[in-house]
């Protein structure tokens, strides 16, 4: 590997929500091997969040910080921009990846699940981009969430998550009109890349990627590489939802 010789002061910083394991861990690793500075956010897994930090700042001393909040906390969601911020004197990226993802039956729906799907998939994201968009506007830098596939054609037996992602994908829209030209917005929707962490049996798996017409499942690094795209190397592009998932959204 190419010895990385960008200077320190020039560094770009990015924040990633989730970002202890699965697809966040993923997309804070490629970003920092891309040489931005990261900030890891977590709810409860400090001890993961701690690890690949630590793993980080080995590779590259000071380059890796990992601060904790519950996104489901509005007073939180501020502090976590500005904490990141100060790390090291600017914000270049955000990206709005932690997400709450398990079945609702719709009768079964209370406030407080409602609350918590649509608190952490939609109302997080925004107000962290909300609290960002100054620091982020200094530094034409950029946003980009983790959408889903599901918010065009929505999930059997997860109604408030499919609702919550097509909501997020709205919001990737309408925040690349209201905060453009200086921070471009876009989103990444991911299809069979991680199995659910509930049970999922083989059969329904294989039907998933017989789906697909790569005919086969995708890995968290395909979202970290489309997510360093849109951040680094699309100076052009803005309210546009990248998605990756092996072409299973167009087979009806």
Request: charged share 20%.
């Amino acid at each position: 590997m190419a010895k990385d010789t960008t200077p320190k002061a020039v560094r770009k910083v990015a924040i990633i929500t989730g970002a202890a394991h699965r697809i966040g861990a993923s997309i804070t690793q490629k970003l920092h091997q891309s040489g931005m500075n990261v900030v890891l956010h977590y709810r409860h897994s400090h001890q993961e969040a701690q690890c690949l930090c630590d793993d980080l700042n080995a590779i590259r001393p000071h380059s890796a910080a990992a601060l904790q909040a519950d996104l489901h906390h509005q007073e939180s969601l501020s502090p976590l921009i500005e904490k990141s911020q100060r790390q090291w004197g600017r914000l270049d990226l955000l990206v709005n990846n932690a997400s709450s993802f398990y079945p609702t039956e719709v009768a079964d729906v209370t406030e407080e699940i409602w609350n918590e799907l649509l608190g952490s998939n939609l109302k997080a994201p925004f107000f962290l981009s909300q609290a960002a968009a100054p620091h982020l506007k200094k530094q034409r830098g950029s946003i980009v969430n983790i959408v889903d596939i599901h918010a065009e054609r929505p999930l059997k037996n997860h109604p408030l998550y499919s609702i919550a992602k097509a909501g997020l994908v709205m919001m990737t829209k309408s925040l690349a009109c209201e905060l453009g030209p200086e921070i471009r917005v876009n989103g990444v929707a991911p299809g069979a890349i991680l199995w659910p962490d509930h049970d999922m049996d083989d059969e329904t798996r294989a039907r998933i990627i017989s789906r697909t017409f790569l005919q086969r499942q995708g890995e968290a690094d395909n979202i970290a590489e489309a997510v360093l795209f849109l951040a680094r190397s699309a100076p052009y592009t803005t309210g546009h939802i990248l998605t990756v998932d092996g072409g299973r959204s167009l087979n009806s």
